[in-house]
């Protein structure tokens, strides 16, 4: 395959990966993985994902990207000051989207009125920014749903990222013209079934893929790291699960995904 893929979600300053980020990205690079967008969960991880964007710009020119966000377990320490401050951070080079942000009503680490004002929060700053949302999203559709509609004529454009929602919450992304991220959910037996028999309905200029590392290693990979640890190398083993549930060309998604990450980011 000579397409080169494009990571859209990478929690690089994860711990796991503390040890060993430089073997990580020459290993993304030689599986034709040429790009990165690293995720910012809070505040703190938004400056380190900034950080590793500075500290590897020169050895791996072009490739490392990264989004200002508050996670939406996060939302309980969202005040005046984490806008502030993500409002600075979003100025930097690097940032090329707002988020992760959304809401999370299968876990609640935060209580869920926390959780809607620091969404709404976010989706006022991306569209002060014009730049795009990168969005989470578990077991709370309705609402999710219900507040875009109300912001969707403000902000760019958005990510629903590591969709594993159902056909009407699909639908409903896809009428608000969100984008669809993928993530090795797809690759899983059990968990990705529904996945794979609706991924062939996200047209393909607002289909984008990602392996949300160090989370979600694709359940199809032979030899199952050793780690058990994901990493943006992975990538091509997304690729192909959707490849052969939407039944189309590897090359040809490789490349319309890519294309659709570039515009989307703006990389």
Not at 202 to 207: F, S, T
Not at 218 to 244: D, G, S, T
Request: glycine letters at 4%; charged letters at 25%; proline letters at 4%.
């Amino acid at each position: 395959m000579n397409e080169l893929l494009i990571d859209i979600g990478v929690n690089l300053s994860n711990n796991r990966f503390k040890d060993d980020v430089e073997e990580v990205l020459k290993h993304a690079q030689e599986q034709g993985v040429t790009k990165l967008v690293l995720t910012g969960t809070t505040v703190l991880e938004t400056m380190a994902v900034i950080d590793l964007c500075e500290r590897f710009e020169h050895q791996f020119p072009d490739m490392l990207y990264a989004t200002a966000g508050v996670h939406p377990h996060h939302a309980n320490e969202y005040n005046n000051q984490t806008l502030k401050s993500l409002s600075e951070l979003a100025e930097h080079k690097s940032i090329v989207a707002i988020g992760e942000t959304g809401l999370d009503f299968n876990r609640n680490f935060s209580s869920e009125s926390d959780q809607i004002l620091a969404f709404e929060s976010q989706l006022e700053l991306a569209a002060n920014k014009q730049l795009p949302l990168f969005m989470h999203e578990r077991e709370a559709a309705k609402k999710q749903l219900e507040i875009l509609r109300e912001y969707r004529d403000h902000f760019t454009q958005g990510v629903i990222h590591c969709f594993t929602g159902n056909r009407e919450t699909l639908f409903g992304y896809l009428d608000l013209d969100l984008h669809i991220g993928i993530t090795g959910w797809i690759c899983d037996p059990k968990r990705g079934r529904e996945l794979r028999t609706l991924v062939s309905n996200i047209p393909l200029d607002r289909l984008m893929i990602e392996t949300d590392a160090p989370y979600l290693l694709p359940k199809n990979i032979p030899e199952l790291a050793k780690k058990r640890r994901n990493e943006p190398a992975f990538l091509p083993w997304v690729l192909h699960e959707i490849a052969n549930s939407r039944e189309e060309s590897v090359v040809t998604l490789a490349r319309e995904t890519s294309k659709t990450a570039k515009g989307f980011f703006n990389l």
